[in-house]
């Protein structure tokens, strides 16, 4: 418990990680379903595995519990990997890619490996963010105050957090 400002970094981290592996297991799932072969790890999802890493950290969905601009970390998660679809896809067009061949980057692929990615990676942080709230709900409080106010804040606690400890630095009684 004396770890706990350490949790939203661990969280993090372990977010990044299960995105990097549902990428990866996506463009293979969707490659298979499509083509019916595998892909492994080729060069060409590189490109696409970056820019939605990027557009993932762009709109801060490594932070479960932030809000940003109203929407919590699932829903920005589905708007950072539209985000990162369209950015990719004019890449892709610009540089040529399109046309060339290549499985990975074809229409038949990549938008089918974004859909499935947009399954995986709001479920995870909304485990994340359950995780988080549960953890944090564990922790020991410590309040200097008294009087209404601080009784108040007692109360709300109480119905936020039912299994906190919340202790007062004063001879204040919330019963």
């Known amino acids: 418990m004396a770890e706990i400002h350490l949790l939203p ?37 590189l490109l696409p595995i970056a820019v939605l890493v990027l557009a993932l950290y762009v709109l801060d969905c490594y932070s479960v519990e932030t809000q940003v601009a109203g929407m ?9 990997v539209l985000l990162g679809a369209i950015i990719t896809a004019a890449a892709i067009y610009a540089s040529g890619l399109w046309g060339s061949g290549r499985s990975t980057v ?10 499935i990615f947009a399954v995986w990676a709001p479920v995870w942080r909304h485990y994340a963010s ?28 109480q119905k936020a957090h039912a299994e906190a400890e919340l202790s007062f630095l004063s001879d204040f009684s919330p019963n």
């Open 106 to 115: 074809g229409r038949g692929v990549m938008p089918v490996a974004y859909l």
């Open 9 to 45: 970094r661990r969280i993090a981290l372990l977010l990044l990680l299960a995105d990097l592996i549902g990428l990866i297991l996506a463009f293979n799932l969707a490659n298979w379903l499509r083509l019916d072969s595998l892909l492994g790890l080729p060069l060409d999802i």
């Open 72 to 80: 919590r970390a699932a829903p920005r998660t589905l708007a950072a």
């Open 130 to 157: 359950r995780y988080q709230r549960q953890q944090t709900g564990k922790a020991r409080w410590l309040v200097a105050g008294t009087g209404e106010k601080a009784a108040r804040l007692y109360r709300d606690f």
